[in-house]
């Protein structure tokens, strides 16, 4: 039965590093409503000097296939967000309205660069929540402070953000460190939701994998939590699930 909800992937093609083509876009939809996925959100990169999307090219993107991926009735429904990368251009952006958020508008995807973050990101995820909008963390299990100090994610779940795991990085797609990371960060309890990140067909049997790892050691309600519970709080705007 299909009931999981994913928060991140990159199914709309041609945008950026994800589905090249409408077909590889139906491949991942199908495979992920295979997994157990009922709802999949679109959430393509806006990075500026490596994908230049601003929020009304996403959306007449996501516009040109959204009736041909919603007809598959073998698929998930979908809906559209963004993949915010927290530079200074994005972050202003995100202050004007110039954003893609999750639908409801309650909460944002945000990606930070690999090996540091912004100076002042308490202050500035502080000024996000003041609008209205849950922060959700992209993958933290991926950053290097993070994965050196666990308790800098604690800090920012305390100033209102949430985190999200990518599910294949508990399976190896992302390197031992990530790996490690992933299940450091799983065993404290400091993940809110869990999703695909799903970028090629070939992705999703990683994320069933990954599913998989989080039943065996956690079990179904654990699976419950991060894709279902989670993922419905996060877009009705709580941090209470």
């Known amino acids: 039965m299909q009931r999981f ?3 991140h992937c990159h199914f709309v093609p041609g945008i950026d590093d994800g589905a090249r083509t409408i ?38 993107a996501y516009a040109l296939v959204e009736g041909d991926l919603s007809a598959n009735l073998q698929g998930p429904e979908i809906a559209l ?5 927290f530079d200074d251009v994005v972050f ?3 202050l004007a309205g110039k954003a893609v958020p999750y639908p409801n508008g309650k909460a944002i995807l945000l990606e930070f660069y690999e090996s540091d973050f912004p100076f002042s990101i308490d202050q500035r995820l502080a000024d996000i ?3 209205g909008m849950i922060p959700v963390i992209a993958h933290p299990e991926r950053y290097q402070p993070i994965a050196k100090t666990p ?9 209102g953000a949430a985190a999200l795991l990518d599910l294949a990085a508990l399976v190896g ?24 990140d799903a970028h ?11 599913i998989e790892y989080i039943v065996k050691h956690y079990g179904d309600d654990e699976v419950g939590a991060l894709l279902v519970d989670g993922p419905a709080a996060l877009l009705a705007g709580t941090l209470s699930r």
């Open 129 to 131: 929540a003041r609008r």
């Open 92 to 94: 202003a952006r995100i």
């Open 5 to 7: 909800v994913d928060l």
């Open 23 to 60: 077909e590889e876009s139906r491949q991942i939809l199908s495979g992920l409503f295979h997994a157990g996925f009922a709802k999949v959100v679109a959430t393509p990169h806006m990075r500026p000097g490596l994908f230049d999307n601003d929020c009304e090219q996403l959306r007449h």
């Open 151 to 159: 308790e800098i994610l604690e800090r920012l779940l305390d100033v």
């Open 173 to 196: 797609k992302y390197g031992r460190r990530a790996t490690k990371t992933a299940e450091e960060l799983l065993e404290r309890g400091l993940y809110f939701a869990a999703c695909s």
């Open 200 to 210: 090629r067909p070939n992705d999703v049997s990683e994320v069933a994998r990954g």
């Open 81 to 85: 967000s963004a993949e915010h990368y």
